[in-house]
């Protein structure tokens, strides 16, 4: 099989015929004289799920951070369902359909767990502040149902039961987790993973790439996640990018992306075959 | 099995019969004569520190910012109140309630208009620009003469602040923030606390609630400042310096930061305790310092960490045991203790 052209797009066959859900041209950011991201293109079907991977420092979290808008990129634009999101902030980019986890995680670690989902569902919720400061019969309502469906989003990872204690309590791997319920809660279109398997062991792991799978076919969403177990990317992923240096050195499906020699030499360095398992659990 | 609840209406039945019966109690002992005078100041002082502690405590400990200017919202609605009273253009009552309103809103607009900018910095910044706001505000005071009539004084501001005024307004500023904490607004607060960006990522408005959460807590803060003012009937703007913010947020630490209950205590502890020490008078300031470094060393989440206090919560637990106690010896023993 031919080498791809790293800037065509990669879409799966299902999404073909669809409009991409997100399209990134061109985009890139540099810090002082540093390009961290340079010349960054991907499109992403409304149900695919793909992968960013590359070795560390290759710019793949600061592609997230352009995308959501904690920084704003030097070059190029991102579009939600066809729209610019130039003008757009962090908030913007959320109620325009970025959710996303964080490499470092981020809970509101003295909420509780239903709390950290809560505020996911912020902006799914509406009475305004005098409702809620009179209790309007609104507040209970709105409260009541925001309460039944942060129980739902729960039970993917069968966290249902442990609504009442504090996010920061909990270990590791369910703390990624709960991010992950979290950031599901705001209803987004397309789903960011910044390496969501860091730190789980390998049943955690297993159990979590089902998970992903039936999140993406649930709630028919995209799904782009950074991770450094190839088990997990090559097993899930319809389409991969490989990133290093801040640029896309290679696109395709995973059969392609293990046969790349350029990837081989980049992200498991020169002297590697190009075997099945190529790879595995290098970070 | 599952625990016991109250029905909220109950619950909140419970409460405001609770609050009702404190008030009248509250009034009837202060009205008979059976405390001295000064006992009766302490406890409307008590009151008006309340309020300026919970206010407080709803940026500090909610929101997690650090203002150093709590006084200058008090001063504005202090003289905002003061000089709507001194007008006496409405009949008593509707005087003083809308009286309160003014000065609550005069500062909360001072509150945004401070909040706007300062906001936009963190940490050492915000508590800077704050306490230079403070400071702004009374020096701009003292020299309205022709209005606040200086460091001479504001005189003859009608004495409003009795009893059942400054409590209801306790229970009024203690039940807005409670009831605005347990809600999507009160958790988004929260949120930029724990983690801005994070919060962000979640599509809160993080802007929008620190200078709505500043905005409240300055609300608050002026209605304390105009019964500040309705209790001593004289106001020089010196009432409002860097120490009165220092005091404020003294409270609401040692108290503990994010809990209300905490401020309350707090606030009643330390405006008691100067009366307590009269003989200690000299040897005050010594006594704070050490107060304060003893609860940093041996609790840093100050008294109350950030326990709420809840009656219903008891009650729940009480007759939750007293049930299970009863189905226990009904049924068969289980061999529990
Ligand atoms: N805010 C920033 N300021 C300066 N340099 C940054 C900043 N954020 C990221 N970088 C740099 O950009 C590069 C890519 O980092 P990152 O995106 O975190 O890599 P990855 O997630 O692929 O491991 C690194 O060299 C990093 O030091
Ligand atoms: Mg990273």
């Known amino acids: 099989m031919g ?66 808008k904690v920084y704003q990129p030097t070059r190029g634009s991102v579009y939600l369902q066809g729209i610019d999101t130039k003008d757009m902030n962090s908030v913007k980019a959320n109620k325009a359909g970025l959710a996303r986890t964080f490499q470092n995680i981020r809970l509101f670690k003295n909420m509780t767990v239903a709390e950290n989902v809560l505020v996911g569902l912020h902006n799914s919720i509406s009475y305004g502040l005098g409702e809620a400061i009179l209790r309007f019969p609104s507040y209970w309502r709105e409260e009541r149902i925001a309460r039944s469906r942060a129980l739902e989003l729960l039970e993917i990872f069968d966290m249902q039961d442990i609504g009442d204690q504090k996010a920061g309590s909990l270990p590791y791997g369910a703390q990624r987790r709960l991010e992950i319920v979290r950031a599901l809660a705001t209803a987004p279109k397309v789903l960011l993973l910044d390496e969501p398997a860091a730190g789980m062991n390998p049943a955690e792991t297993e159990e ?72 595995e659990d290098s970070a | 099995m599952k625990a016991f609840t109250i029905p909220t209406p109950v619950r909140y039945g419970i409460n405001t019969a609770l609050l009702i019966l404190f008030l009248i ?21 008590v009151g008006f520190f309340i309020i300026l502690a919970v206010s407080l405590n709803l940026v500090t400990g909610y929101l997690g910012q650090l203002p150093l200017g709590h006084a200058g919202f008090m001063a504005v609605g202090a003289y905002a109140g003061a000089l709507f009273w001194r007008a006496h253009i409405l009949p008593e ?28 910095l963190r940490g050492d910044y915000l508590a800077i620009i704050t306490l230079g706001f403070g400071e702004i505000i009374r020096v701009v005071l003292t020299n309205l003469d022709s209005i606040t009539y200086g460091a001479r004084g504001l005189l003859n501001i009608p004495r409003h602040s009795s009893f059942l005024v400054v409590y209801i307004c306790v229970i009024i500023s203690c039940a807005v923030i ?54 001593l009937g004289i106001l020089v703007p010196a009432n409002f310096d860097f120490m ?15 809990s209300m209950f905490g401020s309350v ?69 289980h061999g529990k203790a």
């Open chain 2, 93 to 120: 009552t509707l005087s003083i309630v809308v009286g309160l309103l003014l000065a609550g809103v005069v500062a909360a607009l001072f509150g945004i208009l401070i909040g706007v900018p300062a906001l936009r």
């Open chain 2, 25 to 45: 109690a509250g009034n009837a002992i202060t009205q008979s004569g059976l405390l001295g005078r000064a006992q009766n100041a302490i406890i409307i002082q």
């Open chain 2, 265 to 333: 205590v707090a606030a009643a502890v330390l405006t008691f305790l100067p009366f307590v020490l009269q003989p200690l008078a000299d040897y005050r300031m010594i006594i704070y310092s050490l107060m304060l470094i003893i609860v940093m060393i041996f609790k840093p989440s100050g008294l109350m960490g950030s326990y709420d206090f809840s009656l219903s919560r008891i009650l729940e637990k009480v007759i939750g045991k007293a049930l299970s106690l009863g189905r226990d010896k009904g049924g068969k023993n």
């Open chain 1, 3 to 68: 080498k791809r052209d790293p800037k065509a797009p990669f879409v799966p066959h299902r999404d073909a015929y669809k409009a991409p859900i997100m399209e990134c041209v061109n985009l890139g950011i540099d810090f002082g004289g540093l390009t961290a991201v340079n010349d960054f293109c991907i499109t992403i079907g409304p149900t695919e799920i793909c992968g960013l991977i590359g070795p560390n420092g290759a710019g793949k979290t600061t592609i997230f951070n352009l995308l959501t």
């Open chain 2, 244 to 258: 009165t913010s220092i005091n404020i947020l003294m409270i609401v630490v040692l108290g503990g930061l994010g």
């Open chain 1, 208 to 279: 979590l790439m089902e998970n992903i799978q039936k999140i993406n076919k649930v709630f028919k969403i995209a799904i782009l996640l950074i991770e450094h177990d190839m088990k997990l990317v090559m097993g899930i992923c319809e389409g991969i990018g490989v990133l290093n240096y801040g640029r896309l050195i290679a696109k395709g499906t995973p059969a392609e992306i293990q046969r790349n020699p350029l990837v081989v030499e980049a992200y498991l360095g020169k002297g590697q075959s190009d075997s099945e398992s190529g790879g």
């Open chain 2, 178 to 231: 409670h009831t605005l904490m347990k809600s999507r607004h009160g958790r988004a607060i929260l949120s930029i606390r724990e983690n801005e960006i994070a919060a962000e990522s979640c599509g809160v408005k993080t802007t929008y609630y620190k200078v709505m959460a500043f905005a409240v807590s300055a609300f608050f803060a002026g209605i304390a400042g105009a019964l500040f003012a309705g209790n």
